[in-house]
């Protein structure tokens, strides 16, 4: 499989991100288009907004929210295949706004793509 690399929204771009892909169902607040520099916003494959306003970021639901949000993307398999299809081509940047960089929807779509 191509390489898969997460960056935060607000952190500067690195060289070799090749196509970048924000992956949130929200715009990241205080970041214009432009400064962002996404490719694609494939807000269809962010979790859905119950989803998210359960998990509200609380690392000690992060094993229940990636089975519900694993159980969402195969509900949906059209999500995916943009996504699926960039990966194919190249290396991808996935783009989230979260600030927990460990604990966040852009980490488990990528652990789902790599299954």
Do not use: C
């Amino acid at each position: 499989m191509t390489d898969i690399f997460l960056r935060r929204a607000y952190d500067p771009p690195r060289p070799h991100e090749g196509r970048k892909v924000l992956v949130d169902r929200i715009w990241p607040r205080g970041i214009s288009r432009e400064t962002l520099g996404a490719d694609l916003w494939l807000k269809d494959i962010a979790p859905s907004d119950d989803l998210r306003h359960w998990f509200g970021h609380d690392p000690e639901k992060w094993p229940e929210f990636r089975r519900r949000y694993a159980a969402e993307l195969d509900a949906n398999p059209e999500s995916l295949r943009e996504l699926r299809a960039l990966i194919r081509k190249g290396p991808v940047t996935l783009l989230y706004g979260a600030r927990d960089t460990e604990h966040n929807n852009a980490v488990a779509l990528r652990d789902y793509l790599a299954q």
